[in-house]
Nanobody, 126 residues
């Protein structure tokens, strides 16, 4: 079992920045991928970014590429998502997720992830 707790959400003006954190506990993460997904009201959950815990491979959704950076702190068992140049369309509940993977696999499909946090609200005002 992997437990995930997100933090760092809040209200920010367009053009501002936020750093989301995801603290993981439970099983060792050495062979896991961790991801960020978001869900806006009335919309489906969508992929934001993911990182392979062991190899460090990353991938991003086109909508956040160039504006966001995903990283992990192995010592703290914590994943981060630094988001810059935020837009009103970034408003959503952001979820942290995890899945055991082989090699450097870094999935972007929500269906592949089996551990989820409770989410943290990000609201970007125009």
């Amino acid at each position: 079992q992997v437990q995930l707790v997100e933090s760092g959400g809040g209200l920010v003006q367009a053009g501002g920045s936020l750093r989301l954190s995801c603290a993981a506990s439970g099983r060792a993460l050495s062979k896991h991928a961790l991801g960020w997904f978001r869900q806006a009201p009335g919309k489906e959950r969508e992929f934001v970014a993911a990182v392979n815990w062991l190899f460090g491979d990353t991938r991003y959704a086109d909508s956040v590429k160039g504006r966001s950076t995903i990283s992990r702190d192995k010592a703290r068992n914590t994943m981060y998502l630094q988001m810059n140049s935020l837009k009103p369309e970034d408003t959503a509940v952001y979820y942290c997720s995890a899945v055991a993977v082989g090699g450097s696999h870094t999935p972007a499909a929500a269906a592949e992830y089996n551990y989820w946090g409770q989410g943290t609200q990000v609201t970007v005002s125009s």
